[in-house]
């Protein structure tokens, strides 16, 4: 049995698995921040309670889905990926001193970064989003859950081209901050077409 290739496969399983998540928590954040746009009409008239009621059931619902979204999919697939990228680590400690110098460095330290994001967004966005507070607008939650992006292009590009000796520091830079400014100027691009509708 060879423990490497199962734990690269469980690796890859955790992070495609982390990256939906985070993906799918982000979009269900922007939901939730947009469903204030629903008026609460004052007074009993049936237009005015059916908006309240579908407000407050659009809060419990969102609330319930970023609390499983981060549960079920998120943490567990978190914990899959660091565990078999450790055992990957730990059964071939070669891999430190293997292909471009720090890659492996440099990779590791993204990853941690990447369960600073997380982390930040359970308390930060989502805790006092399900008490009713709005930390971000949505157009700033949008941009927040681009933020994984970042991640989701640097880290394979550095494992690959590092691991096989030809990372080059200076193109992974202008390529991530070329890849950045391009999903920014998207969103705005997004955000003034939505507003013209």
């Known amino acids: 049995m060879n423990v490497i290739l199962i734990a690269k496969a469980l690796h890859v399983v955790g992070f495609v698995s982390w990256f939906a998540g985070l993906f799918y928590l982000g979009r269900v954040l922007v939901n939730h921040a947009e469903s204030d746009n629903l008026v609460p009409l004052e007074g009993d008239t049936p237009d ?11 809060h419990e619902e969102y609330s319930a889905t970023e609390d499983r979204v981060y549960r079920i999919i998120v943490n567990p697939a978190m914990m899959i990926t660091w565990v078999a990228g450790l055992v990957m680590l730990v059964w071939n400690p070669g891999y430190l001193q293997s292909g471009t110098p720090g890659w492996l460095h ?4 993204l990853v941690v970064l990447l369960v600073v994001y997380q982390g930040y ?11 009713n507070k ?12 681009e933020v994984p992006t ?26 991530v901050a070329a890849f950045s400014l391009l999903i920014y100027r998207a969103a705005r691009a997004y955000r003034v077409a939505r507003k013209g509708t």
């Open 48 to 58: 005015a309670v059916r908006n309240r009621l579908k407000r407050e059931i659009l």
């Open 106 to 109: 440099l990779k590791l330290l």
């Open 121 to 131: 967004t359970k308390r930060r966005l989502v805790v006092p989003m399900q008490q």
């Open 134 to 145: 709005r930390p971000f607008s949505a157009w700033q939650l949008r941009l927040w859950n």
């Open 150 to 175: 970042f991640f989701l292009v640097s880290v394979p590009f550095i494992a690959v081209f590092g691991l096989a000796g030809e990372l080059n520091y200076l193109y992974l830079a202008l390529g």
